[in-house]
């Protein structure tokens, strides 16, 4: 176990599944873990189960609402006053849903919480993130997005055009996610900060089992829960990338299983890694 002592990690959702247990992870090799989550009651159980878990830990919760590019701004802000520098940046958080919803923002509830924000929260972080000495951020994405086979669609990112399908769209915003990082890596090559993304393979968790996917998927998703793996097993490609040596200065890569996998071809596609982040830019009001 790598000796975290002293660095400060950032995960958001991590008051349940794999963000938990990445956060447990991180806390049990002496980080300071901040786990950024919207329901305080959740968030308070976890850091209490994590300091039980290891009793030296020294885990907290502030809360964050990827749902509101208000509550993300207002999380950078209170992080930025108590803390000078960020180790780790875990962009964890993900939702899925069957039929379309739109948040306060005006945007496509999944395009917003599972990219939008993420990408407006590495931003608003990113002075913190290069004033640590080897910053690492990881976004967990998933092999859905190689169901985005044909990219992203620019013209209707917020899904207003055509006939919702919210299992396609959840795979758009994995796509982005990769993409995202792909080009947060190259606008970063000279800095001291790496970012990857992660497929933290078939995870045991309630995604897409509460009716947030439809009945198909979600019957699927059921059959599929005995080949499942545990939290636990599938928060530790992330592990890897936020606390091993071996992937010092490794950036801009697509990870599974702690190695380098292939993306698909529409996630190597730099023109649409660009091209999203200036959209996400104008989007989210950054600079």
């Given at each position: 176990m790598?000796d975290l002592s002293g660095q400060v990690a950032?995960i958001?959702g991590?008051?349940?599944?794999i963000?938990?247990?990445t956060?447990?992870?991180?806390?049990?090799?002496?980080?300071?873990?901040?786990?950024?989550?919207?329901n305080?009651?959740?968030?308070?159980?976890?850091?209490?189960?994590?300091q039980?878990?290891?009793?030296d830990?020294?885990?907290?919760h502030?809360p964050?609402d990827?749902?509101?590019?208000?509550?993300?701004?207002?999380?950078?802000?209170t992080?930025d006053?108590?803390?000078?520098?960020l180790?780790?940046?875990v962009n964890?958080?993900?939702g899925t849903?069957?039929k379309r919803?739109?948040?306060?923002d005006g945007?496509e509830t999944?395009f917003?919480v599972?990219h939008?924000?993420h990408?407006?929260?590495?931003?608003l972080?990113r002075?913190?993130l290069e004033?640590a000495p080897a910053?690492r951020v990881?976004?967990?994405s998933s092999?859905?997005?190689t169901?985005?086979r044909?990219?992203?669609?620019f013209?209707?990112?917020?899904c207003?055009r055509?006939k919702?399908?919210?299992?396609l769209?959840?795979?758009?915003t994995?796509l982005?996610?990769?993409?995202?990082?792909?080009e947060?890596?190259r606008?970063?090559?000279?800095?001291?900060?790496t970012?990857n993304?992660?497929h933290p393979g078939?995870?045991?968790s309630?995604f897409?089992?509460?009716?947030d996917?439809?009945?198909?998927?979600?019957?699927?998703m059921?059959?599929g829960?005995?080949f499942?793996?545990?939290?636990?097993?599938?928060?530790?490609?992330?592990?890897y990338?936020?606390s091993s040596p071996?992937?010092?200065?490794?950036?801009?890569?697509?990870f599974y299983?702690?190695r380098?996998a292939?993306?698909?071809?529409?996630?190597l596609?730099?023109?649409?890694?660009?091209?999203?982040?200036?959209?996400?830019?104008?989007?989210?009001?950054?600079?």
């Amino acid at each position: 176990m790598t000796d975290l002592s002293g660095q400060v990690a950032v995960i958001t959702g991590g008051n349940s599944g794999i963000g938990k247990e990445t956060a447990a992870a991180l806390a049990g090799m002496g980080a300071h873990v901040i786990i950024a989550a919207r329901n305080p009651a959740k968030a308070a159980a976890a850091v209490q189960e994590l300091q039980q878990r290891a009793p030296d830990a020294t885990v907290e919760h502030l809360p964050l609402d990827l749902a509101s590019f208000a509550s993300v701004r207002a999380f950078a802000d209170t992080f930025d006053a108590r803390f000078e520098c960020l180790d780790v940046l875990v962009n964890n958080a993900g939702g899925t849903l069957h039929k379309r919803t739109v948040t306060e923002d005006g945007h496509e509830t999944q395009f917003q919480v599972n990219h939008l924000s993420h990408f407006l929260l590495t931003a608003l972080l990113r002075e913190r993130l290069e004033a640590a000495p080897a910053a690492r951020v990881i976004n967990v994405s998933s092999t859905g997005h190689t169901f985005a086979r044909h990219g992203l669609d620019f013209d209707d990112l917020d899904c207003e055009r055509h006939k919702y399908r919210g299992f396609l769209v959840y795979c758009q915003t994995k796509l982005a996610n990769v993409l995202f990082t792909r080009e947060l890596a190259r606008r970063l090559d000279e800095t001291n900060v790496t970012a990857n993304a992660v497929h933290p393979g078939y995870v045991r968790s309630k995604f897409a089992r509460e009716g947030d996917m439809g009945a198909v998927v979600g019957t699927v998703m059921i059959l599929g829960r005995p080949f499942a793996i545990s939290s636990a097993a599938g928060a530790r490609t992330s592990v890897y990338l936020a606390s091993s040596p071996d992937v010092d200065g490794i950036t801009g890569q697509y990870f599974y299983k702690c190695r380098v996998a292939k993306p698909s071809d529409a996630a190597l596609d730099d023109a649409a890694a660009a091209r999203l982040w200036e959209v996400s830019a104008e989007l989210t009001g950054v600079s």
